[in-house]
């Protein structure tokens, strides 16, 4: 993957639509190889905006983080390796 230079970006955590638009904790770790991998191209990326727990839980994963290492609440604010994680609730 080559390097991504943008100043933001938006992405999602499970890369498909499951039913209901709800992904299975399968589909979630399936998924983070990508997620990782996105971040991993951003060199200057220092703050992550998780919508919802789904995404705090996979950015977690996907920065080698147990998923308790931060607990996710609104407004919330969580120091993870070089990055911010700042939590909202999923609209």
């Not at 990782?36 to 950015?59: N, Q, S, T, Y």
């Not at 977690?60 to 994680?85: C, I, K, N, W």
Request: glycine residues 4%.
């Amino acid at each position: 993957m080559t390097n991504i230079t943008h100043l933001e970006r938006i992405t999602n955590a499970v890369k498909c639509l499951p039913p209901q638009n709800k992904p299975l904790p399968a589909e979630i770790r399936e998924c983070n190889r990508y997620l990782a991998a996105e971040i991993a191209a951003m060199p200057r990326l220092r703050v992550i905006v998780a919508l919802g727990r789904v995404a705090h839980d996979a950015v977690l994963l996907a920065l080698g983080q147990r998923p308790g290492a931060a607990r996710f609440a609104h407004a919330a604010e969580h120091q993870v390796g070089a990055y911010t994680l700042i939590d909202s609730y999923h609209c």
